[in-house]
């Protein structure tokens, strides 16, 4: 018997140690003054609402479950720039919500229910060359963070699903224009895929907490950002997809015994946020 382990989605709050030494050591990088430079940083803190909307589907393509609802983030960003016209960055972001749930149960049941998602990452970016006719480009390392808690009802349990994962990516920014008078915009794209990636799925006593390696994210974003001249101040819209194929089924326990014949998997998974962004430089 094979079970899906979940309606799941991602979390990734639990990265090891190692990657979160990489990240403090790039703030520290990114943020103290070196002596043969003294160029400030650049702080910019954006407040955002998305759209999300996530999709789980059987190895034939029908769905098995949808979760959908508004979303908040908050993002802060450092920039310093270098002396050669290179510079590194650092990005702090954190989001969360109560999503709701369409779905199924193991059985074929139609549930309904809540899910909470709340995630967290950083990024280390360095723009290894100075801004040219066609604009910058920078290369990204980050670590992601999910959290996936589906409330129980009375006819199915809960579930609580963490991901954690380690993202290569590149990003691009387009040289500044003017759409309009006394306004400045530019475009962004951002392409990331995870290196690692870990899943840890607690199944509220049905069956032992179980952790397995993860398939590999991929994720696009594109935004138009947006500024009055002269204003600390950036309105922008952004749209963002994840795909994930699914994961490796691995076996089970219940009270420490293995299951025989019961293997679970994350199924396949894609998730799209529509963004409205306000942002403030200082």
């Known amino acids: 018997m094979q079970a899906s382990p979940r309606r799941p989605t991602d979390k990734t709050l639990s990265h090891p ?21 003294d160029a400030p940083v650049e702080l910019t803190g954006t407040a955002s609402l998305s759209h999300r909307k996530l999709v ?3 190895p034939a393509g029908a769905n098995l479950l949808t979760e959908r609802g ?51 990452g950083a990024d280390l970016m360095w723009r290894p060359f100075a801004p040219a006719a066609w604009g910058e480009g920078w290369l990204t390392f980050g670590v992601l963070a999910n959290r996936r808690m589906i409330y129980s009802t009375p006819i199915a349990g809960g579930l609580d699903e963490e991901s954690s994962a380690a993202l290569l990516g590149v990003r691009w920014r387009s040289p500044a224009f003017a759409p309009a008078a006394r306004w400045n915009a530019h ?36 935004r138009v950002l947006a500024s009055p001249a002269d ?38 998974l894609s998730m799209r946020d529509l963004t409205l962004r306000v942002g403030r430089r200082f």
């Not at 919500?97 to 139609?110: C, F, R, S």
């Open 70 to 120: 508004p979303m908040a983030h908050l993002q802060l960003q450092a920039v310093r720039p270098l002396a050669d016209g290179q510079a590194l960055g650092l990005r702090a972001q954190f989001g969360g919500a109560h999503l709701d749930y369409d779905g199924q149960t193991q059985a074929g049941v139609p549930l309904t229910t809540t899910t909470r998602q709340a995630e967290a």
């Open 17 to 37: 140690a190692a990657l979160r030494s990489l990240v403090f050591a790039a703030m520290a990088a990114t943020l103290v003054p070196a002596q043969a430079q």
């Open 187 to 222: 475009v962004e794209a951002e392409a990331r895929t995870s290196v690692w990636h870990r899943l840890d799925v607690d199944f509220h006593g049905l069956l032992d907490k179980t952790h397995f390696e993860a398939a590999r994210k991929r994720m696009l974003t594109v």
């Open 231 to 268: 204003s600390p101040w950036e309105w922008g819209l952004e749209w963002s997809g994840l795909w994930q194929p699914a994961s490796k089924s691995v076996g089970v326990s219940r009270g420490g015994v293995p299951m025989a014949g019961t293997t679970v998997h994350q199924p396949e």
């Open 56 to 58: 789980e589907r059987t």
